[in-house]
């Protein structure tokens, strides 16, 4: 049977109506799992496998699988979709995706554009949604085959280049992003180091043995941050509240967002085929990409709707080309893949090239899956657009409290540790003084992300080498991310000088 044989049967299996309320209970529980800060997908997707296997318990076992990771895949991107919510209206990281979508999303909720930030970010998941599967339906095997020969070395100089691109564009200063790059990848040192088992930077304090948790520290720099700023530097008039002028996009935004929308899309898929931080790196590169092909960058940070439009268009696209390892070689690409092979494994099914052979009902009919559940996310959050939107009108005095309850919620639900609590507010004064001084505090975030993952590739390249540097300029890919990350630090720094020495030149 061709691929569109394979797909219509596909189709076939995602359309029965077991698997249709598999599909609807698996997005509505995702985006619940996306809006509540730090519960995010591999949460979710864990939470349910026990509960999946009740559930199918009456059906054989090619079906019951089926219907299982059906409903985990639809857990997986609805848990993307529902992210972006709080990261607009509360300044509040659903999961670490979303971070980038605080940065123009929240600002665009303060002018009074939620509703367009809301209803863009929805259009922009969907047509991600369905890039990501019109490409595993054609794409997997060549992809996957590219992807598979990244190594350590190369992973190493992708995550320094997403670093230093992110450095050189986020903020005012160039320095001060730097400094927070820096100041991130410190922190994410602290904690026991898995090779020697040596404590780091603890102060035989317990609850630092496991290192600090992004939760935390994201949640507490960004969304209480907020709070002790508007505590703080209230306004001498009163309180203002944002009043919602349209809820749904105008057609200049339709227009300035179809094209983040594409770029986000098809660069967070190709990133979202790379094993590690696949969905993080994708909203980020993609933001980076906006803002540097943008006529006008000023404009960014100040509430762009391409600023929301390309990070979540890449951070979807991500979410399903990790699909794509997972079903074809068997390796799972991020935390949440690889809790569903575990759920593969579960139902005796093991998930790479022989998969496609084996259960083609199961493997074809979770592609096609994927299309269905992304129309019920695309009907399921437009009419919600307008409810969402409407919190942003809430007084602050009441808004106020509501985010620290889910700041609160969100950190304990995952930690249980009243230390974190003490920390989630020692984060929030940092926050609040750093972004008060024009620090940024994306690259202190990305750096506290990447740090163990570059540091455990930078290992297993040394190793590989037997502890020689040069391996990382032997390698061509590695050597190319190199030289892309050196450019994209040194070019704007040498158009500065230039521009200094003309106007000294003009002066004379």
């Not at 997707?45 to 019951?64: C, H, K, Q, R, Y």
């Not at 054609?138 to 230093?164: D, H, Q, R, T, V």
């Not at 949640?219 to 919602?244: P, Q, R, S, Y």
Request: hydrophobic share 50%; charged share 10%; glycine share 12%.
């Amino acid at each position: 049977m061709s691929t569109i044989d394979y797909l219509l049967h596909g189709l076939g299996t995602a359309m029965q109506w077991h698997n249709l309320l598999f599909v609807f209970f698996g997005v509505l529980i995702g985006t619940v799992v996306g809006v509540l800060p730090g519960i995010g997908p591999m949460s979710g997707v864990a939470l349910l496998i026990p509960i999946t296997a009740t559930m199918t318990s009456g059906l054989s076992p090619e079906e019951s699988a089926t219907s299982s990771i059906i409903l985990l895949a639809g857990v997986y991107y609805g848990a993307m979709y529902g992210g972006s919510t709080t990261s607009i209206l509360l300044n509040t990281p659903g999961e670490s995706s979303s971070v980038v979508t605080t940065l123009d999303g929240y600002q665009m909720a303060k002018q009074g554009r939620a509703g367009a930030a809301l209803a863009i970010s929805a259009i922009g998941s969907f047509v991600a949604g369905i890039v990501a599967m019109i490409g595993l339906i054609f794409l997997a095997n060549p992809l996957s085959a590219i992807a598979i020969k990244f190594g350590p070395a190369e992973y190493f100089s992708l995550m320094l280049l997403g670093l230093l691109a992110i450095s050189g564009l986020a903020g005012k200063s160039m320095t001060k992003a730097l400094m927070m790059t820096a100041f991130g990848l410190l922190l994410a040192t602290i904690g026991i180091d898995n090779v020697s088992g040596a404590a780091r930077f603890t102060y035989d304090i317990p609850e630092l043995f496991q290192g600090l948790e992004f939760l935390t520290v994201a949640v507490g720099m960004f969304a209480l941050g907020e709070v002790f700023k508007t505590i703080l530097e209230k306004d001498e008039n009163g309180e203002e509240v944002a009043k919602i002028t349209r809820v749904m996009p105008t057609k200049q935004d339709l227009k300035d967002s179809a094209g983040p929308i594409t770029r986000g899309s098809l660069l967070g898929f190709c990133i979202g085929l790379l094993p590690g931080a696949g969905a993080i790196l994708a909203s980020f590169f993609s933001y980076i990409v906006e803002k540097k092909i943008s006529k006008n960058p000023g404009k960014f940070g100040k509430g762009a709707i391409e600023g929301v439009a390309a990070p979540e268009s890449a951070n979807n696209a991500a979410a399903g080309s990790a699909m794509i390892p997972l079903l074809t070689l068997g390796i799972p690409s991020s935390g949440t893949t690889a809790i569903m092979m575990g759920a593969f494994i579960m139902y005796n099914i093991q998930p790479g090239p022989l998969l496609f052979q084996d259960h083609p009902q199961l493997a074809w009919g979770v592609i096609a899956s994927m299309f269905v559940g992304n129309l019920m996310l695309l009907v399921l959050n437009m009419p919600m657009v307008r409810v969402f939107a409407k919190v942003i009108e809430t007084p602050a005095k009441y808004l106020l409290p509501l985010i620290i309850v889910f700041s609160v919620f969100g950190v304990y639900a995952v930690q249980y540790s009243t230390f974190d609590l003490m920390m989630i507010m020692g984060c929030g004064v940092v926050g609040y003084f750093l972004s008060k001084n024009d620090f940024p505090l994306a690259p202190l975030v990305l750096g506290l992300i990447l740090g163990p993952m570059m540091e455990n590739n930078m290992r297993r390249a040394l190793t590989i080498s037997n502890g020689d540097f040069m391996i990382f300029l032997q390698k061509p890919i590695s050597v190319i991310f190199l030289i892309i990350g050196l450019l994209w630090l040194a070019i704007p720094l040498i158009l500065k000088m230039k521009g200094k020495k003309v106007l000294i030149n003009e002066e004379a």
